[in-house]
């Protein structure tokens, strides 16, 4: 049983021992010749911090923040471990005893036959007042236990048969206890916001604590195995450190020296902490914990098609469910199963013309994914039922790029492209050229960038629609009222307009309103099958009834309204406008002010122009 601590030290004076400046990244390069396949096959299972309070008589973990913080950490720490670590359940003969520190008094404690999971740590937790400097402590439990062979290796690894040797090569915890300082000024936040100098970041301290609590240790065999004058050989801190050097250890070996750093960031198990800075797990620190057993999702995969022609590339799940493996196939043959990584997914397209198809991942991915389609005229696509999130790019040439379920970002870059955002709260970026963008339901954000002719399409929900630079046009189509402004648009949802220049709604079967009064850009407005009525701005507008009863009216600007089959009322307001009643019977015209041109079309129609110099025809 272990118990190490960490400690407050002062904001100055700090060193930086490391020299990393790169950082390893699983990939797989898939080349004309095929795939590279790298993984092992196995079953993968994550890990799970599981906490106890019920030695928390204080009360410390009352305020639910502070669990929340506390497990969030163990949270951030199991996603990157997938270890199949065997369930503690006695039965019959077979019976053991935890031992751990008591979070609240520091003296030892038991809990006969502690029932733990597969895939589980479980970390009794709570507080009391700490010695000098120190601010938390944290380290994995101990045990007796008494059965038959199997059920005392089963207690004493979980499964990890490196855990059995000898000279161990593996551990296999059940849990332990980790502690902080009741008396601490403690910023309790998910985040950083609110840090500041006089506080002492919870967050660090609980994955510094869990750390130790998974074996980072001058007692465990498994850590200390590499351990030679002050330096740790361990071959993944090896790689992960700089290559070239070991790293440096502090006095007590059981911490990084003070002050080491991975890719600029220093690492959390060193052993202090300054007030007012928040230390997440670096790669050094997980690389540590490869190193003594524990195996981990990669930080980050990438899928490369590496030469110039158009493949197909469709990503889904491998069918076993929870098992932190997708797979990828190539045009349809090849076929390689991944470990999901813990940040980022990246799949990168050939500069052919590529089709990317996301149709599923496991359940429990939950990382980031990027697409890039590359040059080449590219489709990027996810099925429906694909719900996480997604970035995609589709590089140089005309692209064609949809959204799935979950809250997409769909850049079309160069060329003209098609953006379809789908179903959640979608950002898509026409980019150059004339680009048609739909968001579909959801709270979506529309931006064409720059060229001319890009079309917006405005679906469900409150949208945010931004033109760009050149004259850009908003389509709506829907069997409801819209109202339009030069900065809005309700119907649908409130749209919100930037740099809209023309703007075309169609209405339903219904009796829509069409009100555009407000719009100093063009409008064109196409009633359908009810009683509508259009109403023009300023601009030069285009009113169409089609069939029914309808009322059209120009506004200002020269406009042009047509009547369409029904009995309509047509007015062109100010402007020079064509006022036509098409195909309807008792049509009603009026010219308004300006030079108007009024046709009455087929049937008996009452024309009248009051205002200019008007044309009857």
């Given at each position: 049983m272990l118990f190490r601590s960490l400690e407050v030290r002062p904001r100055k004076g700090r060193s930086v021992v490391g020299r990393r400046t790169r950082r390893r990244r699983e990939s797989a390069v898939v080349p004309v010749a095929g795939l590279i396949e790298t993984l092992e096959d196995r079953t993968l299972l994550s890990v799970q911090f599981v906490f106890d309070y019920s030695y928390d008589t204080a009360g410390f973990f009352d305020d639910q923040a502070?669990?929340?913080?506390?497990?969030?950490?163990?949270?951030?720490?199991?996603?990157?471990?997938?270890?199949?670590?065997?369930?503690?359940?006695?039965?019959?003969?077979?019976?053991?005893?935890?031992?751990?520190?008591?979070?609240?008094?520091?003296?030892?404690?038991?809990?006969?036959?502690?029932?733990?999971?597969?895939?589980?740590?479980?970390?009794?937790?709570?507080?009391?007042?700490?010695?000098?400097?120190d601010v938390g402590r944290g380290g994995y439990g101990g045990f007796s236990a008494t059965g038959d062979p199997d059920w005392l290796d089963r207690v004493r690894a979980r499964g990890q048969d490196g855990a059995l040797l000898p000279a161990p090569t593996d551990f296999g915890p059940w849990g332990g206890s980790i502690t902080f300082d009741s008396l601490t000024t403690w910023h309790f936040g998910p985040s950083t916001t609110g840090l500041d100098l006089a506080e002492i970041d919870f967050y660090s301290v609980a994955v510094h604590e869990l750390g130790h609590l998974l074996g980072i240790s001058n007692a465990n065999p498994s850590w200390t195995q590499w351990i030679n004058e002050g330096e740790f050989e361990g071959p993944a801190a090896l790689a992960e450190f700089d290559g070239l050097a070991n790293v440096p250890l502090a006095a007590d070996d059981g911490h990084w020296g003070e002050g080491v750093t991975d890719d600029g960031q220093e690492a959390a198990m060193d052993p202090s902490l300054a007030s007012g800075e928040r230390k997440e797990f670096t790669e050094l620190d997980f690389a540590g914990l490869v190193d003594l057993g524990w195996a981990l999702l990669p930080e980050t995969y990438t899928i490369d098609v590496a030469d110039g022609s158009g493949h197909s590339i469709l990503i889904e799940?491998?069918?076993i469910a929870s098992d932190y493996r997708s797979r990828v196939t190539i045009d349809g043959s090849e076929t390689v199963t991944f470990l999901v990584p813990a940040d980022v997914l990246t799949i990168n397209g050939a500069d052919g013309d590529d089709t990317i198809t996301l149709a599923g991942m496991d359940a429990e991915f939950t990382a980031r994914i990027v697409v890039n389609g590359q040059?080449?005229?590219?489709?990027?696509?996810?099925?429906?039922?694909?719900?996480?999130?997604?970035?995609?790019?589709?590089?140089?040439?005309?692209?064609s790029l949809a959204g799935g379920d979950g809250d997409d970002t769909l850049n079309g870059d160069a060329g003209a492209d098609v953006l379809s955002g789908g179903e959640g709260d979608d950002e898509l970026n026409g980019g150059d050229a004339a680009d048609?963008?739909?968001?579909?339901?959801?709270?979506d954000v529309l931006d064409g960038g720059d060229g001319d002719g890009d079309t917006l399409i405005a679906d469900g929900g409150d949208d945010t629609l931004d033109g760009g630079a050149g004259i850009d046009q908003v389509e709506a189509e829907s069997d409801a009222d819209f109202t339009?402004?030069?900065?809005?648009?309700?119907?649908?949802?409130?749209?919100?307009?930037?740099?809209?220049?023309?703007?075309?709604?169609?209405?339903?079967?219904?009796?829509?309103?069409?009100?555009?009064?407000?719009?100093?850009g063009t409008a064109t407005l196409f009633g359908a099958g009810g009683e509508d009525t259009l109403k023009?701005?300023?601009?030069?507008?285009?009113?169409?009834?089609?069939?029914?009863?309808?009322?059209?009216?120009?506004?200002?600007?020269?406009?042009?309204?047509?009547?369409?089959?029904?009995?309509?009322?047509?007015?062109?307001?100010?402007?020079?406008?064509?006022?036509?009643?098409?195909?309807?019977?008792?049509?009603?015209?009026?010219?308004?002010?300006?030079d108007d041109t009024l046709d009455g079309g087929a049937g008996i129609d009452w024309v009248v122009g009051p205002g200019g110099v008007d044309w009857v025809l």
């Open positions: 502070r669990r929340d913080v506390l497990e969030q950490a163990g949270a951030d720490l199991g996603r990157r471990l997938y270890d199949e670590l065997d369930d503690l359940t006695a039965s019959g003969a077979n019976s053991w005893s935890a031992t751990f520190i008591n979070p609240e008094t520091g003296v030892t404690a038991s809990e006969s036959d502690l029932v733990v999971a597969a895939d589980t740590l479980y970390v009794f937790a709570g507080a009391r007042d700490l010695d000098g400097d799940d491998d069918t040059d080449g005229d590219d489709t990027i696509s996810a099925l429906p039922a694909f719900d996480w999130d997604f970035e995609a790019r589709g590089g140089n040439g005309n692209d048609h963008l739909a968001g579909g339901p959801g709270a339009l402004s030069d900065n809005s648009l309700d119907g649908l949802g409130t749209d919100v307009l930037t740099d809209v220049e023309e703007v075309k709604i169609t209405a339903g079967p219904g009796a829509n309103l069409l009100d555009a009064t407000a719009f100093s023009g701005g300023s601009g030069a507008d285009l009113l169409v009834g089609n069939s029914g009863q309808d009322t059209l009216e120009g506004g200002g600007g020269d406009d042009r309204l047509l009547g369409g089959s029904g009995t309509d009322w047509l007015d062109g307001g100010s402007g020079d406008d064509l006022v036509n009643g098409q195909g309807g019977q008792r049509d009603s015209l009026i010219g308004g002010d300006g």
